[in-house]
């Protein structure tokens, strides 16, 4: 299996920006599919990013389309979550997540995701 460890998260005004980091270990990375969830307090947990294992393919949940971004690289083991206009609604916990990549398209499930991180505090102050 394969382990996660994210890290980028903190505190940015409005408008801000922000890179988080998912660093992987174990497996060979370039064989899973990585996503980026989000969950805010008394909220679902909701479908920020994902990236094929190529990184070919990307999605990205309707609230931060245009504002996101994902990469991979694959010869270092991370999955980037570059996210710029940052706004308050965007204060949750990140978490990335990844599952063996063979199939056609991208997962947006979060229970379809195997292997999670622990998740990072990003809080955007108004």
């Known amino acids: 299996q394969v382990q996660l460890v994210e890290s980028g998260g903190g505190l940015v005004q409005s408008g801000g920006s922000l890179r988080l980091s998912c660093a992987a270990s174990g497996r060979t990375f370039s064989n899973y599919a990585t996503g980026w969830f989000r969950q805010a307090p008394g909220k679902k947990r909701e479908f920020v990013a994902g990236i094929r294992r190529n990184g070919a393919t990307t999605a990205y949940g309707d609230s931060v389309k245009g504002r996101f971004t994902i990469s991979r690289d694959n010869m270092k083991n991370i999955v980037h979550l570059q996210m710029n206009s940052l706004k308050p609604e965007d204060t949750a916990v990140y978490s990335c997540?990844?599952?063996?990549?063979?199939?056609?398209?991208?997962?947006?499930?979060?229970?379809?995701?195997?292997?999670w991180g622990q998740g990072t505090q990003v809080t955007v102050s108004s």
């Open positions: 997540a990844a599952y063996l990549d063979f199939e056609l398209e991208l997962r947006v499930r979060s229970s379809m995701y195997p292997y």
